[in-house]
T-cell receptor, first 118, second 116 residues
Framework: AQKVTQAQTEISVVEKEDVTLDCVYE???????LFWYKQPPSGELVFLIR??????QNEISGRYSWNFQKSTSSFNFTITASQVVDSAVYFC???????????????FGDGTTLTVKP | EAGVAQSPRYKIIEKRQSVAFWCNPI?????LYWYQQILGQGPKLLIQ????????DSQLPKDRFSAERLKGVDSTLKIQPAKLEDSAVYLC??????????????FGDGTRLSIL
C-alpha cells in the first residue's frame, strides 16, 4: 500500500528565512511519481513539481528547490528567502504509473501548513 | 485554457438529505478525479474515471455515494443520504494521460459541504 507522511503539521517562519518541508513515502513499486502541490487560503490546489523515481537529480526553480533521495524515501521541498505569499498548505503526493495495478492512483499526505510572518 | 469548473461552491444541508456536485474538467483531459478533503487532512481519492469508465472507486462509500461520467466529459457526485461526517470540501481534478503516467492534476476550487 502507498503511504505519504508529512510529519510537520505546521511551520511558522519570519519572512526571508529558509524553510524545508519534509515528505517521506512508502511504496512497493520501483516505478512511481512524486508531486508537490500548494493550497493557498483560496483553496485551489496548484501543481508545483513532478518527479519520477528514476530521476534523483535535485531541481531548483527560482526560490524553490526539491531534494529527492530514494535511499531514504524522501522528497523534501525547500523555500529559500520565504515570502508572505508563500503562506499556504503544501501537500506531497505519490502516484503509480498507469501500467501498475493501482493505475495511476494518487495518495496525498496530510499537508504542512506554512505561515510566513512579515 | 479554462480550468476545472465545479459547482456549487458552497452547500449546506441537513443530515439524511441528498446533495449533488458537478464538475467540468479541462477540455481534452480524459482522466477525472473526485476527492474528499476533511479539514486538516490531505485529499482522499473517492473515485477516478478514465473517459467514462471507472478506474478506481475503492474508497467510495458506495452505500451513500455515487458518481457518474456518462459522456466522458463532465461528472456528478451524489451523496444520499448525507451524514454529519460527510462535511468536507469535495474537489474535482482532471489530468491527461501521456506515456506511462498521468500528468499533474489540475484542481477545481472545490465545493464546501456542511451538514447540519
Amino acid at each position: 500500500a502507498q503511504k505519504v507522511t508529512q510529519a510537520q503539521t505546521e511551520i511558522s517562519v519570519v519572512e526571508k528565512e529558509d524553510v524545508t518541508l519534509d515528505c517521506v513515502y512508502e511504496t512497493r513499486d520501483t516505478t512511481y511519481y512524486l508531486f508537490w502541490y500548494k493550497q493557498p487560503p483560496s483553496g485551489e490546489l496548484v501543481f508545483l513539481i513532478r518527479r519520477n523515481s528514476f530521476d534523483e537529480q535535485n531541481e531548483i526553480s527560482g526560490r524553490y528547490s526539491w531534494n529527492f533521495q530514494k535511499s531514504t524515501s524522501s522528497f523534501n521541498f525547500t523555500i529559500t528567502a520565504s515570502q508572505v505569499v508563500d503562506s499556504a498548505v503544501y501537500f506531497c503526493a505519490l502516484s503509480d504509473p498507469i501500467f501498475n495495478t493501482n493505475a495511476g492512483k494518487s495518495t496525498f499526505g496530510d499537508g504542512t501548513t506554512l505561515t510566513v510572518k512579515p | 485554457e479554462a480550468g476545472v469548473a465545479q459547482s456549487p461552491r458552497y452547500k449546506i444541508i441537513e443530515k439524511r438529505q441528498s446533495v449533488a456536485f458537478w464538475c467540468n474538467p479541462i477540455s481534452g483531459h480524459a482522466t477525472l478525479y473526485w476527492y474528499q478533503q476533511i479539514l486538516g487532512q490531505g485529499p482522499k481519492l473517492l473515485i477516478q474515471f478514465q473517459n467514462n469508465g471507472v478506474v478506481d472507486d475503492s474508497q467510495l462509500p458506495k452505500d451513500r455515494f455515487s458518481a457518474e461520467r456518462l459522456k466522458g466529459v463532465d461528472s456528478t457526485l451524489k451523496i444520499q443520504p448525507a451524514k454529519l461526517e460527510d462535511s468536507a470540501v469535495y474537489l474535482c481534478a482532471s489530468s491527461e494521460r501521456r506515456g506511462g503516467a498521468y500528468q499533474p492534476q489540475h484542481f477545481g476550487d472545490g465545493t464546501r459541504l456542511s451538514i447540519l
